[in-house]
């Protein structure tokens, strides 16, 4: 699977890094990545905007950027499996990178009910636990459109039962971007 990046998103408390390390742990390969894309706000020392904060698109953009860039050069060589709230408005630099490097890329949206999402997010160890910000950030993958074949229903699944579902349906390319 070398050449491929697979994107694990969705709102807050889907579920995003258990799955994405799930997954790279579970891939039959010699080596698997897992980039868990929280990470690299901790680089920040001073001036980082949270990046759920309206404020903070600009900032957003260049570390999508260059989070886009790693990714995919990474992907050359390695499977990678990159977890980070990537919506649609964010596709962009991830295709346009991958697509330079020659590396296919997966969009898998993992996106429980609403109320589920939300118990899971201000239940977990994050900054982000605020249930008001994870609803809204919900509804804005609530509706993907012509994406909407890349949602995974996580509702009803244990996180073995998601890995299984999601391992199967990246070998069949279900979430494979043209």
């Keep these: 699977m070398a050449g491929r990046l697979v994107i694990v998103t ?9 799955i994405a390390h ?11 990545l897992h980039i868990h894309s ?25 570390v999508t950027d260059a989070m886009a860039s790693q990714a995919a050069a990474l992907g050359v060589a390695f499977p990678v499996f ?17 697509r330079s490097r020659g590396v296919k890329i997966d969009y898998m949206v993992l ?6 999402t939300i118990k899971r997010g201000v239940a977990r160890d994050h900054p982000m636990r605020d249930a ?35 391992t199967a349906d990246l070998l069949s390319n279900r979430f494979q971007l043209a």
């Design 10 to 18: 969705g709102p807050p408390g889907a579920g995003k890094s258990t």
């Design 22 to 32: 799930g997954l790279a742990s579970a891939w039959a390969a010699d080596a698997a």
């Design 38 to 62: 929280d990470d690299l706000w901790t680089y920040f020392v001073k001036g980082r905007i949270p990046p759920w904060e309206p404020r903070s698109a600009a900032q957003n953009l260049v």
């Design 82 to 98: 990159f977890d980070g709230v990537v919506g649609p408005w964010f596709l962009r630099p991830f295709s346009d990178a991958a």
């Design 111 to 116: 996106r429980p009910g609403r109320d589920t």
């Design 132 to 166: 008001e910000v994870i609803g809204r950030m919900w509804d804005q993958f609530a509706d993907l459109g012509g994406l909407e074949h890349h949602v995974l229903d996580t509702t009803l699944l244990s996180v073995g039962e998601t890995i299984t579902v999601a």
